[in-house]
C-alpha cells in the first residue's frame, strides 16, 4: 500500500495504522470526487458527440495527473458493468490546463466504446494511467506530414491544434482516409483551420466502404503529397493501413522520417471450445516464480504449475476459497465451474478453476 | 439432537450439484453496476455511521447522544465486519477488479489479521466445514457443541466461557488461527509462535490505541465517555457477531460428520455436507443486511465467493431444489435458532448420557 519511494507523511502512517483512511476518504470524496493519495482520478465534465459514432470524452483530472505531449495515449480505466476495464486512447486535443479531451469510436463489438457511448454520465469519474506513446513531433519539425486512417486521426488532432496554438502549422499537410464523410472526424474543424492558415493542407478522403481500389497506397501517396519522403511524418490508423504506409517510406529511403502507431479494430470474442475436446498448447508464464510450462486448455492452472514444479499459495483446490487467486497480467483464461471468460489483462483469476485459452501471464 | 439424513443415490446427488452449479454460473453472468452499487451503498453508510458515531460521543453530552453514538458506532463496526469485510474478504467482489474490493489486500476494522483470517475461515472452515477434526470452528475449541465431541470436565464451565466468548468474541476471531493448543502439547514448535503472533499484536495495540487512547484523548473532558462509548460499541459488534455465527452451525438439527466422509467425496456431496451442516435465520431486509447475510448461511456454505445480497433470491431456488431432491433446509427466528445453541451449551456441559453413535454412523455411510 504504501509507497516506499517516497516517505510516508507521519498523518498519513497514523491513519492508515487506526483504519481511518478509508473513512476519511468516504468523506473527501463528498467533496473532491476525485481526491486520491495514490490514483489519478479525472472526473466526465462533458460529453461531445463528434459524429453519430464518435464521442469527445471531457475529463478533469485531479493534480497526480502529469501531463502529455501532443501524439501520446493514455489508458483510461472505466467501470463497464461493474466490472474496470482499460482501454488505451490518443488524446485529441492539444494540451491545456486541467482539461483532457480524448474521442472514442463506437465499435458494434467494442465493449467499452458502446459503453461510453451509451452510458457514459457526466460526473463519473475514471482512472488514468501515465500518458504513453511515442507519435510525437520534435520541437522543430520542419515540414510535417500527418497521415491517419479511420479514427486513427485523433492523435493527429492534438498535434493540428497544438502546433496551430504555437502559429507553426504553415507547410503541414494532413491526410485522412476514412470510410464515410460522417467517418471524417473533426472535418469542420479541420477545414476552419485551412482557411486560417492558408498554409495548412487538409486532404480527406473517403473509401466509401472496404472497395480496395479506393483505398490510399504508396502511388496514391506520392500524387497527392509529392515530397512525402522528405517530410517529417507521423502515421496512425488500421495495422494494415499503417504497414502500407511504411512500406512507401521505406520504399522511399525515408523509414527514419516516419513515426507510426497502430490498432486493431475489437472482435467479438468466440466462445471457448467445450473443455472436453479442447487442445491447444498455450504458453504460461509465472512471472514471480519465474516458471514456464505449455497449458493443455482443459487442466486448471494449478494442477499444471504444480506439474511444472511451481508452488502457488493455494487451499481448497475447488473454487471456493480464494486462497489461490492472483492477477492475470495478461492473457484469456476461462473459468472451468462458471463459463465465465476473462480476457482483460489485471483481472483476479482463481487458478484451481481456471483454465488457459492461448498464452497467459499470471502474477504467482 | 436431531440430525438432518437424507436417503439419495449417487447419481441423485451429482444431478442436485449440478442444478446447484448451475444456479452460480447463472448468478455470475448476472453480476455487475448493481451489485457494486450495493456494497458501496453499505460502505458509504458504514462510514457515516461511524463519523455520526464519533461525533456523538465527542460532543455530545447528555445521555441520549451517548446510547445514539455507541448505537451508531456499533453499527459502523458491524457493517464493516459483516457485510462488507467478511464478504468481500471472501472475494465476492473480485470480478469488478476495484482495488478497494478485492479479496488480496482488503483488510477489516477488527483486530483479527486478514491473513489469519482468510486462512482458516475461508479455506478450512468453508471447504471441511463441519467434519470433526479437520473444521477448527466446532465449538471454537473452547466449546462442546455437538455429541461426538469427547466430554472432558472444562466442559462443565462453558455456558461462562460461552458468555465470555460472546463478550470477546473479536479476540476469539483473531486468536483462533495461532492454535495455541498445538504449541502447549508440542506439535508446533514454541520457537515459530512470536513470528505468527506479530501481525496480530500489531493490528491489536494499533486499534487498541484509537479507540481507547487517541479517540478519548481527542476528546479532552469527555475521555471517560468516549473511552466507555468505544467499549460499548466494540462489545455489542462481539455479542452480534458470536449470535449470528452461532446460530449458523449450531443449532438443533445441523449435521456434523467424521473425517472419513472426506475420502472421495464428489462436488454434489460437498454441495450436500454444507446444507446439513449450516442453519439460516429468518428475518427482514435489514436483519440480513446487519447479519452480513450469513442469515442465509446455507447459501453462504453453497457459494461463499457469490456476492452475499444476492442469498434472499437464491434461496428461494436453493429451498425449492432441497424439497425436489428431499434435503433438509435448516431455517427459523433468531430467537428459535438462538434459543437451542444456549440450551445446547449448557445440555453439552454435561457428559453424555448413554447414547448411541447413530447419527455419526449416519453420516459415515453417506
Redesign the interface.
Known amino acids: 500500500m504504501s509507497n516506499t519511494l517516497v516517505a510516508e507523511s507521519p498523518l498519513s502512517f497514523f491513519s492508515r495504522r487506526m483504519m481511518l483512511e478509508r473513512p476519511f476518504e468516504t468523506l473527501v470524496r463528498q467533496l473532491a470526487p476525485t481526491w486520491s493519495r495514490t490514483e489519478t482520478l479525472a472526473e466526465v465534465v462533458e460529453l461531445r458527440r463528434e459524429s453519430p459514432r464518435a464521442t469527445t470524452v471531457v475529463l478533469a483530472p485531479n493534480g497526480r495527473w502529469s501531463g502529455f505531449e501532443p501524439g501520446q495515449f493514455v489508458p483510461v480505466t472505466f467501470e463497464v458493468n461493474g466490472v474496470r476495464t482499460t482501454r488505451c486512447y490518443s488524446l485529441s486535443e492539444a494540451p491545456r490546463r486541467g482539461r483532457l479531451h480524448i474521442t472514442v469510436a463506437r465499435h458494434p463489438q467494442g465493449k467499452v466504446s458502446r459503453h461510453v457511448h451509451d452510458h457514459l454520465a457526466l460526473g463519473t469519474v475514471v482512472t488514468l494511467g501515465e500518458a504513453a506513446g511515442a507519435l510525437v513531433l520534435p520541437r522543430e519539425p520542419g515540414p510535417v506530414l500527418l497521415v491517419a486512417g479511420g479514427s486513427g486521426v485523433t492523435p493527429m488532432r492534438a498535434h493540428v491544434r497544438a502546433l496551430a496554438e504555437r502559429r507553426a502549422l504553415e507547410g503541414v499537410v494532413l491526410l485522412h482516409d476514412a470510410r464515410t464523410e460522417e467517418d471524417l472526424l473533426f472535418a469542420r474543424d479541420f477545414r476552419a483551420l485551412t482557411l486560417a492558415h492558408p498554409g495548412f493542407a487538409y486532404l480527406p478522403r473517403t473509401t466509401s466502404g472496404d472497395d480496395p481500389t479506393l483505398r490510399l497506397d504508396a502511388a496514391r501517396l506520392a500524387t497527392l503529397v509529392p515530397d512525402f519522403a522528405s517530410r517529417t511524418a507521423l502515421a496512425c490508423g488500421p495495422g494494415g493501413f499503417v504497414a502500407m504506409i511504411e512500406a512507401a517510406f521505406a520504399e522511399a529511403g525515408a523509414g527514419a522520417r516516419l513515426r507510426t502507431e497502430s490498432f486493431t479494430a475489437p472482435m467479438a470474442a468466440a466462445p471457448p471450445a467445450n473443455a472436453e475436446t479442447r487442445t491447444i498448447a498455450a504458453p504460461v508464464a509465472l512471472l514471480r516464480s519465474q516458471v514456464h510450462f505449455n497449458a493443455d486448455g482443459r487442466t486448471s492452472l494449478l494442477v499444471q504449475a504444480e506439474a511444472a514444479g511451481a508452488r502457488p499459495k493455494s487451499g481448497c483446490r475447488m473454487g471456493i476459497c480464494h486462497t489461490c487467486t492472483c492477477t492475470k497480467r495478461s492473457g484469456t483464461v476461462v473459468n472451468l465451474l462458471t463459463g465465465r471468460v476473462s480476457s482483460e489483462p489485471n483481472e483476479a483469476v482463481q487458478l484451481c478453476v481456471s483454465a488457459a485459452l492461448g498464452p497467459v501471464e499470471l502474477d504467482a | 439432537m436431531s440430525t438432518n439424513e437424507v436417503s439419495l443415490t449417487p447419481a441423485q446427488v451429482e444431478a442436485f450439484g449440478r442444478a446447484l452449479?448451475a444456479l452460480?454460473?447463472e448468478v455470475?453472468?448476472d453480476?455487475?453496476?448493481?451489485?457494486?452499487a450495493h456494497i458501496r451503498g453499505v460502505?458509504?453508510k458504514s462510514?457515516?455511521a461511524?463519523?455520526a458515531g464519533r461525533a456523538m460521543l465527542h460532543f455530545g453530552l447528555g445521555p441520549v447522544s451517548f446510547l445514539g453514538g455507541v448505537a451508531a458506532l456499533a453499527s459502523a463496526k458491524i457493517l464493516n465486519n459483516m457485510e462488507i469485510g467478511h464478504n468481500v474478504m471472501?472475494?465476492q467482489y473480485?470480478?469488478?477488479?476495484?482495488p478497494?474490493l478485492?479479496?488480496?489486500?482488503y483488510?477489516w476494522?477488527t483486530v483479527c489479521p486478514a491473513a489469519n483470517w482468510?486462512?482458516y475461515h475461508?479455506?478450512e472452515h468453508?471447504?471441511f466445514t463441519n467434519v470433526l477434526g479437520r473444521d477448527r470452528d466446532i465449538g471454537y475449541a473452547y466449546l462442546r457443541v455437538c455429541e461426538e465431541q469427547s466430554w472432558a470436565p472444562r466442559h462443565l464451565a462453558q455456558p461462562v466461557v460461552a458468555a465470555n466468548l460472546a463478550l470477546n468474541f473479536q479476540w476469539g476471531i483473531a486468536t483462533h488461527d495461532f492454535r495455541f493448543e498445538e504449541y502447549l502439547d508440542g506439535r508446533l514448535p514454541m520457537r515459530d509462535l512470536p513470528r505468527a503472533v506479530a501481525p496480530f499484536l500489531r493490528k491489536a495495540a494499533?486499534?487498541l490505541?484509537?479507540d481507547y487512547v487517541?479517540f478519548p484523548a481527542l476528546a479532552l473532558a469527555n475521555a471517560p465517555r468516549v473511552f466507555l462509548g468505544n467499549l460499548l460499541a466494540n462489545g455489542a459488534r462481539n455479542v452480534w457477531a458470536f449470535a449470528i455465527i452461532f446460530c449458523g452451525h449450531f443449532p438443533d438439527g445441523v449435521a456434523y460428520f467424521p473425517e472419513e466422509s472426506l475420502a472421495g467425496e464428489t462436488?454434489g456431496a460437498?454441495y450436500l455436507r454444507q446444507i446439513r451442516g449450516s442453519a439460516n435465520i429468518e428475518g427482514g431486509p435489514l436483519f440480513h443486511l446487519f447479519s452480513g447475510h450469513l442469515s442465509h448461511q446455507i447459501e453462504h456454505h453453497l457459494f461463499?465467493?457469490v456476492p452475499a445480497v444476492r442469498y434472499p433470491a437464491m434461496a428461494v431456488r436453493v429451498r425449492a431444489l432441497c424439497e425436489e431432491f428431499g434435503v433438509p433446509y435448516n431455517t427459523g427466528s433468531f430467537w428459535q435458532q438462538f434459543g437451542t445453541v444456549v440450551k445446547r451449551i449448557f445440555r453439552l456441559s454435561l457428559p453424555a448420557r448413554r447414547v448411541s453413535s447413530a447419527p455419526l454412523a449416519a453420516a459415515a455411510s453417506l
Open positions: 452449479d452460480k454460473a455470475i453472468a453480476l455487475g453496476e448493481r451489485d457494486l460502505i458509504a462510514h457515516a461511524e463519523i471472501h472475494g473480485d470480478w469488478s477488479g476495484d478497494a478485492q479479496s488480496s489486500t483488510d476494522d482468510k486462512n475461508n479455506y468453508h471447504t494499533w486499534l490505541a484509537k487517541f462436488r460437498w461463499p465467493d
